[in-house]
Protein backbone atom coordinates (compact mmCIF):
# COMPACT_ATOMS: atom_id res chain seq x y z
CA UNK A 1 0.00 0.00 0.00
CA UNK A 2 1.22 3.37 -0.69
CA UNK A 3 0.24 6.75 0.74
CA UNK A 4 0.48 10.51 -0.32
CA UNK A 5 0.45 13.25 1.47
CA UNK A 6 0.23 16.72 0.54
CA UNK A 7 -0.03 20.11 2.88
CA UNK A 8 -0.81 23.41 2.02
CA UNK A 9 -1.88 26.49 4.03
CA UNK A 10 -4.55 29.42 4.55
CA UNK A 11 -5.00 32.53 6.50
CA UNK A 12 -8.71 32.73 8.03
CA UNK A 13 -10.17 34.05 11.11
CA UNK A 14 -13.00 32.77 13.14
CA UNK A 15 -15.24 33.21 16.38
CA UNK A 16 -16.39 29.85 18.65
CA UNK A 17 -19.43 30.90 19.80
CA UNK A 18 -20.69 29.24 22.80
CA UNK A 19 -16.98 28.68 23.53
CA UNK A 20 -16.70 30.97 27.05
CA UNK A 21 -13.68 32.00 26.66
CA UNK A 22 -10.91 34.11 24.28
CA UNK A 23 -12.05 32.14 21.36
CA UNK A 24 -15.05 33.32 21.44
CA UNK A 25 -13.50 36.52 19.94
CA UNK A 26 -12.68 37.08 16.62
CA UNK A 27 -9.27 35.49 15.75
CA UNK A 28 -7.15 34.61 13.11
CA UNK A 29 -4.52 31.50 12.41
CA UNK A 30 -2.45 30.39 9.65
CA UNK A 31 -4.30 26.85 9.14
CA UNK A 32 -2.34 24.37 8.09
CA UNK A 33 -4.17 21.24 5.87
CA UNK A 34 -2.57 17.82 5.15
CA UNK A 35 -4.26 15.41 2.64
CA UNK A 36 -3.53 12.40 3.02
CA UNK A 37 -3.71 9.66 -0.27
CA UNK A 38 -3.94 5.81 -0.46
CA UNK A 39 -3.58 3.42 -3.10
CA UNK A 40 -2.42 0.14 -3.83
CA UNK A 41 -0.96 0.03 -8.04
CA UNK A 42 1.17 2.80 -8.99
CA UNK A 43 1.06 3.90 -12.62
CA UNK A 44 2.59 3.17 -15.68
CA UNK A 45 5.49 6.39 -14.79
CA UNK A 46 6.18 4.89 -11.12
CA UNK A 47 3.74 7.24 -9.36
CA UNK A 48 0.12 6.56 -7.35
CA UNK A 49 -0.89 10.37 -8.47
CA UNK A 50 1.20 12.92 -9.49
CA UNK A 51 1.87 15.62 -6.61
CA UNK A 52 1.44 18.60 -9.08
CA UNK A 53 -2.63 17.30 -9.53
CA UNK A 54 -2.95 16.71 -5.86
CA UNK A 55 -1.63 20.19 -4.83
CA UNK A 56 -3.64 22.29 -7.51
CA UNK A 57 -6.32 20.49 -6.19
CA UNK A 58 -5.80 21.20 -2.89
CA UNK A 59 -5.39 25.51 -3.40
CA UNK A 60 -7.88 25.17 -5.40
CA UNK A 61 -10.98 24.01 -2.73
CA UNK A 62 -9.07 26.45 -0.26
CA UNK A 63 -9.74 29.92 -2.00
CA UNK A 64 -12.80 29.23 -1.01
CA UNK A 65 -11.53 29.45 2.57
CA UNK A 66 -8.38 31.91 2.34
CA UNK A 67 -8.81 35.06 4.11
CA UNK A 68 -12.09 35.05 4.89
CA UNK A 69 -14.60 35.08 8.30
CA UNK A 70 -15.46 31.31 8.12
CA UNK A 71 -17.93 32.57 10.51
CA UNK A 72 -20.03 33.56 7.10
CA UNK A 73 -19.76 30.98 4.79
CA UNK A 74 -22.36 28.37 4.50
CA UNK A 75 -20.97 25.27 5.87
CA UNK A 76 -20.62 27.30 8.92
CA UNK A 77 -24.36 28.54 9.76
CA UNK A 78 -25.24 26.09 12.24
CA UNK A 79 -21.83 24.48 13.48
CA UNK A 80 -18.60 26.13 14.78
CA UNK A 81 -15.67 26.42 12.49
CA UNK A 82 -13.13 24.27 14.38
CA UNK A 83 -10.25 22.51 12.99
CA UNK A 84 -12.18 19.36 13.80
CA UNK A 85 -15.30 20.72 11.31
CA UNK A 86 -12.88 22.38 8.83
CA UNK A 87 -11.07 18.49 8.68
CA UNK A 88 -14.39 16.83 7.78
CA UNK A 89 -15.38 19.15 5.17
CA UNK A 90 -12.06 19.42 3.16
CA UNK A 91 -12.19 15.26 3.38
CA UNK A 92 -15.43 15.12 2.33
CA UNK A 93 -14.55 17.53 -1.29
CA UNK A 94 -11.34 16.06 -2.01
CA UNK A 95 -12.88 12.23 -1.47
CA UNK A 96 -14.65 13.73 -4.59
CA UNK A 97 -12.03 13.04 -6.70
CA UNK A 98 -9.12 11.54 -4.79
CA UNK A 99 -8.88 8.00 -2.87
CA UNK A 100 -8.41 10.50 0.24
CA UNK A 101 -8.01 8.13 3.82
CA UNK A 102 -7.34 10.95 6.20
CA UNK A 103 -7.18 15.30 6.68
CA UNK A 104 -5.42 16.75 9.04
CA UNK A 105 -5.98 20.64 10.09
CA UNK A 106 -3.50 22.54 11.97
CA UNK A 107 -4.31 25.74 13.87
CA UNK A 108 -1.36 25.90 15.16
CA UNK A 109 2.39 24.44 15.24
CA UNK A 110 1.29 22.51 18.09
CA UNK A 111 -2.47 21.51 17.72
CA UNK A 112 -4.02 19.91 14.86
CA UNK A 113 -7.55 17.66 14.27
CA UNK A 114 -8.48 14.73 11.93
CA UNK A 115 -10.66 13.49 9.97
CA UNK A 116 -10.38 9.82 8.10
CA UNK A 117 -13.05 6.96 7.48
Request: glycine residues 4%; aromatic residues 14%.
Amino acid sequence: MYELMVEEEFDAAHQLKGYHGPCENLHGHTFRIQIFIEGKKLKKEGFLIDFKVLKAALKDMLLEFDHHNLNELDYFKTENPTSENLARIFFLKMKKNFPVTKVTVFESSTSSASYYK
